[in-house]
C-alpha cells in the first residue's frame, strides 16, 4: 500500500460520512503536519526508518483520536531522527489536543515529551512523578536511568 493508501484506509473505515475530497484533503493536511507532504505515492520500501514512524503517526491521527498510545516510538532511529520524533509528538499533542501515553527507554525522548512520568521494575510502579523529581531523586535505580 501507498503512503496515500495507508492512511486512507482507517478514514474509509472510521469516518464514512467523509467525500473523497474530504479525505484527500485531510491526508494531505496531515502528511504536511508530520513533514511528508510529497509521500503521497511512495511504498513503505521506499521510506527511512524515521518515514515509516511519521507515516504511522499521520495514520492515527487521521482519524482525530483523543488518545494517542507510542510504544518506544524512537527505537532503531539516530539521534537527530530521535528528537525530531519526540518534537513531533509534542507538536501534534498541541495541534490536534490529544492526550499521550509513551512506553519508552528512551530518556531523552522522556525528557522533551513527558509532563508526568512512571517507573517501572520488576513489572510494578516503582516511582511515579515530574521530569524533576526524578532528574533530583537520590535514588540509586532511578539516578542509573537519569544520569
Known amino acids: 500500500m501507498t503512503v496515500k493508501q495507508n492512511l486512507e484506509f482507517p478514514l474509509r473505515r472510521n469516518k464514512k460520512d467523509l467525500t473523497s475530497k474530504e479525505i484527500d484533503n485531510k491526508i494531505l493536511e496531515v502528511l504536511e503536519n508530520v513533514g ?5 505515492n511512495k511504498m513503505p520500501s521506499q521510506l527511512s526508518g524515521g518515514m515509516r514512524k511519521r507515516v504511522s503517526l499521520a495514520r492515527t491521527i487521521v482519524v482525530d483520536p483523543l488518545i494517542m498510545l507510542y510504544d518506544e516510538p524512537t527505537t ?4 537527530v531522527t530521535s ?7 509534542n507538536d501534534v499533542q498541541k495541534k490536534y489536543k490529544t492526550s ?6 528512551d530518556i531523552e525522548c522522556a525528557r522533551a515529551t513527558a509532563n508526568r512520568i512512571i517507573m517501572l521494575h520488576e513489572g ?7 521530569l524533576e523529581s526524578f532528574e533530583k ?11
Open 36 to 40: 511528508l507532504k510529497d509521500t503521497l
Open 76 to 79: 532503531g532511529l539516530d539521534p
Open 124 to 130: 510494578e510502579i516503582y516511582k511515579e512523578g515530574t
Open 100 to 105: 499521550s501515553m509513551i512506553i519508552t527507554h
Open 137 to 147: 531523586s537520590t535514588d540509586i535505580l532511578i539516578k542509573s536511568f537519569f544520569k
Open 83 to 89: 528528537d525530531e520524533i519526540s518534537s513531533l509528538i
